[in-house]
């Protein structure tokens, strides 16, 4: 399977997508099945996103074989930090970023919420991160922790879901260790809801004190 990068400076670019059940390379582990968002959804998000990727860094969280962070460097993106459990996969994000010539990014290889935490600990810096865990996830306590948990690092956060599934409209950050820094939020916001087809995408932004957020759905 492969996907085709949708806009910015790559283009019609192909990435090699995750391997297909009865891959020659053996059987799929739970671990290494992954569901590259959509081209109509992911064209939907990055016309939402214009304007907030250029200079930015970025997080992927969940990443699969890299498609929205490496979407996010074409269309302007400084850096983008890959945080994927998965070898399998980590090995597909390499060889996408050699496909395409990009030495822009670092792989974390490790469970998501975990490296969040650590994140955390040292006082890494982001400016978008996508959030993108299998859809059953959500349904799930540990789905709402990991965007408590990514609401708590980054100022602005994609989630990707069902599009049957209802977002919260607000999470309350709850990641230990407690923030230090005065510019973390207490709380983010859902400020906007896009379906397209099954998927759709939900954007949290910091909300600081009683400064009042406008929402569209």
Known sequence: MSVRISGGVFRGRVLTGPP??????GPI???????????????SLF???????????????????????????????RECVFVERSPRLGRLIERNAARLGTNAFELVA???LGELRR?????????????????????????????????????????????????????????EPEPQSRTRPASGVKTRTTAAGDGAFS????AKGDERV???T
């Open 29 to 43: 582990q739970a671990a290494d099945r992954t569901r590259p968002s959509a081209v109509r959804l992911r064209k």
């Open 214 to 216: 406008d929402t569209q």
């Open 203 to 206: 954007l949290y932004r910091w």
């Open 20 to 25: 297909r059940a009865g891959s020659r390379r």
């Open 119 to 175: 994140f955390l600990e040292a006082r890494r810096e982001f400016d978008v991160a996508f959030l993108d865990p299998p859809w059953e996830t959500w349904e799930s306590e540990g789905g709402l922790e990991l965007l408590r948990g990514a609401v708590s690092l980054v100022p602005l956060v994609v989630a990707e879901h069902r599009s049957s599934w209802t977002a919260p409209p607000s999470v309350v950050v709850r990641l």
């Open 110 to 112: 490790g469970d998501a």
């Open 47 to 77: 016309t939402v996103l214009a304007g907030e990727l250029e200079g930015a860094r970025v997080l992927d969280l969940c990443a699969g074989v890299g498609t929205l962070g490496f979407e996010a460097l074409s269309r302007g993106a």
